[in-house]
Nanobody
């Protein structure tokens, strides 16, 4: 398994959770790591993209100001701090790692975890 998410759970509206994502891929091969979510009956939704070499992030408008993604280069992990959670945040949250591997220019690969469930309910 190349990507594993953790940290999901149940929380009341207005609460916070921090998700973690670890990858077995080497830090040198990673181009970026991203978070997505998929609510029941809906398509997978982009949340945030994190560029690995400088940690810059790009958020979906729906989570700006409430969610923060950051990385730990040494541990090859990223985190998603989610604050002021709303009921509509209930979903399975997925982590994705995009890498460049192989000789020369290499090839681009994407790896997905199995997801972690987040439930926001009173």
């Amino acid at each position: 398994v190349h990507v594993v998410e953790s940290g999901g759970g149940s929380v009341q509206p207005g609460g916070s959770l921090r998700l973690s994502c670890e990858t077995s891929k080497s830090s040198r091969s990673i181009l970026g790591m991203n978070w997505y979510r998929q609510a029941p009956g809906k398509e997978r939704e982009f949340i945030v993209a994190l560029k690995w070499n400088d940690g810059r992030t790009n958020y979906a408008d729906s989570v700006k100001g409430r969610f923060t993604a950051y990385r730990d280069d040494a541990k090859v992990m990223i985190y998603l701090q989610m604050n002021s959670l709303k009921a509509e945040a209930t979903a399975v949250y997925f982590c994705n790692a995009r890498t460049r591997e192989g000789k020369g220019w290499g090839s681009i690969y994407e790896y997905w975890g199995l997801g972690t469930q987040v439930t926001v309910s009173s």
